[in-house]
Structures are given as C-alpha cells and as structure tokens.
RNA sequence: GGCCCUUUCGUCUAUCGGCUAGGACAUGAGAUUUUCAUUCUCAGAAGAGGGGUUCGAUUCCCCUAGGGGCUACCA
C-alpha cells in the first residue's frame, strides 16, 4: 500500500518551529517510502481562526522544501482539504454513529457543565455521570425530539464504553494501553457552529484521505485511544493507520515546552518567516529574516529528537530522507539549543561557493545604498566568509572595505595608537605613495623592509596601521586589505586617521 | 488532583546485556596570527535514586523521584 502521511496545521497563527519539525518528520517519512504528503487545514474551530495563517503556512513550507503533493494550494482528488468546506461529509458519519447507538445528543449547555465542574471534582461526563445528565440516553425520545424541534442547541457525544482495554501501537513509543474508563464522552460535534470537532473531523478525514501513518506531536497521545475507538465504531478498524507521537521541543531554559515568548525572551525566532499579527500588529521574528538558511533549519531541526546513529550530522535533505528512521526518534521532549542552530548555518555558509555568498550579500550592499561590482565582492566575501554565521553578519566584518571607518574603536587607539604612531603612518603613506604593484605580496615585502630597515616593531606599525585603515582591531590580513582598497584609499585613510587621533 | 509518556555529559544524542560510556554544540586551555576572528590540538563534563533478574547491567523488570503532555462545544 502506497505510503500516505498529511501535515494538518490549524490556521491559528503562525507555524510553530515544532510543527515544521512534524511537517518535516511527515515529509521525510512519505519521501523515503516513496509516499505521498498531503497539507490538510484543520480550522473547524472559527473562533480562533487568524486570517493569513494559511498562506503563512503554505509559504512557510515551500521555503523550507518541504513538498505537497496533495491539499491546500495544490489541489488533489480529495479535495477539498480545508475541514470548513468539508462540513456537509461530517454529518452522516455522526448520525450513523448515532443510529448504531455509539454517540447521543448532549443537551447540557456550557453554563451547566462549568457548574458541575465546579460543584464535583475531577468531573467528567462519562458512563458514571452521563445517567444525571440532560441527554438524549437520560430523556424520553419525545422530548429529545421536541427539544430538537424547538430548535434547542445541543451536541453530539461518543459513547465510550467503560473499563475496557484500548491498546494504541504507536511507532515510536510500543503499545500504550489504557482502561476506557479514564476517558470521558468527547463531544464529536459541536452547536455553536454546526462543525465536528478535531476527533472527528481527524478521523473521517484520515480515513476518506487514505492516510496510512499519523505522524504527530506528542499532545496528541492521550487522545490516541479515544481515535482508535472511533475507528472501531465507525468500522474501519482494518484501515486504520499507524500511529507515531512525536516527542516535543522544549524550553532552552526553565520548564515547559517552547513557546514564542521563549523567542522573545531569549533572543532567537521559533517561527520559520516573519509574522505579523493582524489584530495586535506585533511583528515576530522568522528564521529566514533571521538570515538563516532553509537547509540549515532542516538539518538542525531534523537532528532534534533523531538522529541517523552515525557520526554524521551535516545532512542534506536528501540524505535525510534516505536514513530517516521513526524508530530512531527519541522518547522524551528535546530542549531547543539555539547555539546548535547557528552552527548549523555557519557549515551551510561555509559551503557555499564565495561567487554564490557575493550575490545574496548584495542585497544588503544594495539596501545600504553600495553599489559595487561582484567580481570585488567576492574577493572581500572570501577574506571574510569563514568568520559569519549569517549572511548578515558579512557586513560588520567587511564594512570598511566599503566605507572609510567613521570612528575609531577607543579601546583599541588606548592600546595601540603610540605616541610615535603619527609620524610613522605619516611615514608608511610616504612609503606606500611610491609602490606601483599594489598586490598583498609586493606591498607587504616593501612595507616590511621599511621597517627593518628603521628599526620599528612590526606589530606596533601594524596594529596602528590596521587602526588607521580598518577603525579597529579586526578584519583579515593587512595587505590584502590593502589590495582591495587600493592606494589612493589606503593612504588617504591614513592620512585621517594622523589628523584625527594626532 | 487524575491519567499517559519520559529519564546517558550544561545541551542534542550514540550504545539495542560485556564500557577504558563515543560524537557534536557550548565551555576552558594551548598552538597559529601584525588585530579580531577562523582553524587546529587538548581538557573537563553523564548513565536520577533504590530494589530485583543475570556470570555480568546504562541496556530487562518493579518502586520512588525529576521532567513533559493531556485533562474544553481548542486544535
């Protein structure tokens, strides 16, 4: 049977880092097997629908590479694949479970469960409570039936059947068996719109979809065996699909599970691309605008809470999808290590050709209102790759090779602008103004000579020299700046920084 | 509170009864360097606790403790 897995987002803000992780796990089991991924939206709850959140999704994947076969945006033979437009399937499948006797109507208001809750503890409407309940089990069929017809609002709730044993065989976890009695009668449709719950909807929609493995975060586990009954009573027991409950990302720090205030907090995205909440206007940030690579939020988020049992941790999405493995995924909730992410990126920039850093560089050269030809900034992008994590981070380590510096590091003119460094860059300008090969080899030989030949401290000169040029104590070899800048620009920088710190 | 899942270095993890417990991130030290980085080398760092089973337990079982999740007419 051909492989069917579906990432089944609910549209209520912007994609967790932790559902790209399930879409991610989803996809690379489905591609592995040859499988197809479907993108199905979950949004039968209308009152936390967020406008956006969809296309924020889809986007969201299509930056990362995670490929839709089937669903939202792309279509496919079960469509539609939003669960709003799927309203009038839902229906049938809760009256056949309500001619067979395996669900009843509810007429309980929320007023009236919220007074019980309060009044008993630890309630729960199940088998032992549902008999002092206002239900269709509890009244005369004529008065369930004038209640309906008056219009009385009411919902639909499955009947479990106690102290049986439900066995869930989840891929990751073995079987996890529980007594039906600690599970109460889920409501499977609602009244205030007239849309099915997550169970239900889940479900029927699994089973018309043909969905072989639920691939899921763990919160889901609980209700695992509420799903397995629903199976069983809607008949389709032998069709259905293999369970796997994803372990979830934890807080970097302190107790709990990510959320987006830990990114807030700490500085760091757990969301794939910017969002901004249309109600509160607040803008989070995203690991694209971050200046991460999607290839690199791949690898490091498939690398939490599995791994290929090799040595190996630089992994294309390619390799993923051939050594990912369900049964390697770990049991227990992995802690987000944001340091690990930035490493990841950095290996991804460092593989990447200088030619290929030099053109996604000019976009911020562009920005900054630098126009400067690619062959120039692809020899300063190979001086300086090897130090950034992020493309971003190429301009605070190339930036005086586009602007004179505007202001000299105080720390480093404390420490290394002597009282004869003046008349000695005064000197080295000289020097310089009369080399005509200007290249890192000559000048450095020639700037060398004159200074064994004075008697001066080679890392005295250099460090004022690199002060004079660079503004502080950073940047690649001297003299290959220098090439880069040329003479005219070396010697006038010079010549300020003389007049300027004296 | 109840129920379920879970537990190896600070963090992510390897180990599927034989271990001098391996790797990576982070940390520290050293080397390289005209600066800052990078890079390289080295170092420290773990099997929650208690019972079993076994010739032998990190590995299997039980209890306790910690962590996580669920407990809505939300997903």
Avoid at 289 to 318: C, H, K, R
Avoid at 426 to 434: I, M, N, P, S
Wanted: hydrophobic share 40%; aromatic share 10%.
């Amino acid at each position: 049977m051909k492989v069917r897995v579906r990432f089944a987002p609910s549209p209520t803000g912007p994609l967790h880092i932790g559902g790209v992780r399930t879409a991610l796990y989803n996809y690379l089991f489905a591609k592995q097997h040859g499988g197809d991924m479907l993108l199905r939206i979950e949004d039968t709850d209308s009152n936390r629908f967020v406008p956006g959140a969809e296309n924020y999704i889809i986007e969201a994947l299509q930056w990362l590479g995670i490929g839709i076969d089937e669903g939202v945006g792309v279509g496919g033979p079960h469509a539609p694949y939003r669960q709003s437009e799927r309203k009038h399937l839902y229906r049938q499948y809760v009256d056949q479970l309500l001619d067979a006797g395996l669900a009843y109507i509810a007429f309980d208001t929320p007023a009236e469960l919220d007074g019980k809750r309060a009044e008993i503890p630890n309630f729960q409407y199940d088998a032992r409570t549902r008999g002092d309940m206002c239900n269709s089990l509890t009244l005369p069929a004529e008065e369930v039936k004038a209640r309906i017809d008056r219009g009385d609002q009411y919902v639909v709730r499955i009947k479990i059947e106690p102290d049986e044993s439900i066995t869930v065989n989840d891929l990751i976890r073995g079987e996890v068996t529980i007594n039906s009695s600690i599970l109460d009668d889920k409501v499977l449709f609602k009244s205030a719109d007239g849309l099915p719950t997550y169970h239900l909807a889940n479900v029927v929609d699994d089973y018309l979809m043909e969905i072989t493995h639920v691939i899921r975060g763990e919160e889901w586990l609980p209700s695992a065996p509420l799903h397995v009954i629903l199976y069983r009573y809607l008949g389709w027991s032998d069709r259905m699909p293999r369970f796997a409950h994803l372990p979830l990302l934890l807080k970097p720090d302190g107790n709990g599970k990510l959320s987006k205030r830990d990114g807030d907090r700490l500085g760091f995205p757990v969301f794939p691309l910017n969002w901004k909440d249309p109600k509160s206007g607040e803008t989070s940030s995203g690991y694209r605008e971050a200046g991460y690579f999607p290839e690199a939020v791949v690898n490091f988020l498939a690398l939490l809470g599995w791994n290929p049992g090799t040595d190996e941790e630089i992994l294309s999405m390619q390799q993923l999808i051939e050594q990912f493995n369900l049964e390697k995924v770990s049991k227990s909730g992995a802690r987000f290590d944001y340091e690990k992410g930035k490493w990841f990126n950095h290996k991804y920039l460092q593989m990447k050709s200088d030619e290929e850093v030099a053109d996604l560089f000019q976009h911020i050269l562009v920005e900054k209102g630098i126009i400067e030809d690619s062959q120039k900034v692809t020899r300063i992008v190979s001086l300086v790759k090897e130090r950034a994590n992020f493309i971003t981070d190429l301009w605070e380590q190339s930036s005086f090779f586009f602007q004179a510096p505007a202001a000299y590091d105080e720390k480093t003119v404390q420490k290394r602008w002597k009282a004869d460094s003046p008349a000695q860059m005064q000197e080295l300008a000289d020097v310089l103004a009369g080399i005509d090969d200007f290249s890192p080899e000559h000048t450095e030989e020639v700037v060398k000579a004159w200074i064994e030949s004075k008697g001066y401290g080679l890392g005295a000169v250099m460090n004022a020299f690199r002060l004079s040029v660079v503004g502080a104590a950073k940047g690649p070899h001297m003299f290959d700046i220098t090439a880069i800048l040329g003479k005219e620009e070396t010697i006038a920088r010079l010549k300020r920084a003389v007049e300027t710190l004296g």
